[in-house]
């Protein structure tokens, strides 16, 4: 099956620095590529999401890179603020004509020193 | 808020009890979807289901159960419940069953299950 692996489990910035969150898939047959913020006790949230035949996607400050070949993908926040603190799952989807099953990361805690 | 709502907020029981958490989909949403969140664990997809129909089967225990209804609401069935099974245990629903298009997964707020 599916395996994701996320690094680095904890991550700590400035607030106005750049947070990069990477994620390696193993099944070549995955095909869509979701990024969810989960804040403390609260539920996950899609932020970005991005589908095997698109490299790069970007919104405002949030930008998601895929490469295929290498199976990896990696989540890039631009001029973060404390309220991007949170903890953050990437996820590979294998999306066939009758089910969605996806495999998420261990999750990455960003925390954003003011 | 998501539109998925989940019931109970909390449950606590005790070793070797059965429990029924309950989902309901966004209005339109033909997909569920379970996950088991542990305590500082990631997302564990447990099952999904389409239309009444199971579709995808994860790290889901033989202990665990699950069905959706002709009106589209699940229940997850826990029983013989162990110390273990302790977590927050979140339902997601979806337009589809995948495929195109890449459907948002929309979550529920969760139901936490505390075994003692």
């Known amino acids: 099956g599916e395996n994701v692996e996320q690094h680095p489990s904890t991550l700590s910035v400035q607030e106005g620095d750049s947070a990069v969150i990477k994620c390696t898939y193993s099944d070549s047959a995955s095909n869509y590529f979701p990024w969810y913020k989960q804040e403390l006790g609260k539920r996950p949230q899609l932020i970005i999401d991005i589908r095997s035949n698109v490299g790069e996607k970007k919104d405002q400050r949030i930008a998601v890179t895929l490469n295929k070949t290498a199976k990896h993908f990696s989540l890039h926040i631009t001029e973060t603020q404390p309220e991007d603190s949170a903890v953050y799952f990437c996820?590979?989807?294998?999306?066939?004509?009758?089910?969605?099953?996806?495999?998420f990361g261990d999750g990455t805690t960003l925390t954003v020193k003011p | 808020d998501s539109g998925v709502t989940q019931t109970p907020k909390h449950l606590i029981t005790a070793t070797g009890q059965r429990v029924t958490l309950r989902c309901s989909p966004r209005s339109g949403d033909l997909s569920v979807y379970w996950y088991q969140q542990s305590l500082d664990q990631g997302l564990q997809f447990l099952i999904q289901?389409?239309?009444?129909?199971?579709?995808a089967k994860g790290n889901i225990l033989e202990r665990f159960s699950a069905q959706q209804f002709p009106d589209l609401h699940s229940e997850l069935n826990l029983s013989s419940l162990e110390l273990g099974d302790s977590a927050l245990y979140f339902c997601?629903?979806?337009?589809?069953?995948?495929?195109?298009?890449?459907?948002?997964?929309?979550f529920g707020p969760g139901t936490r299950l505390t075994v003692l």
């Open positions: 289901y389409y239309n009444g129909e199971e579709r």
């Open positions: 996820a590979a989807d294998t999306h066939n004509t009758n089910a969605g099953k996806s495999t």
């Open positions: 997601a629903s979806s337009r589809t069953s995948g495929g195109a298009p890449y459907n948002e997964q929309f």
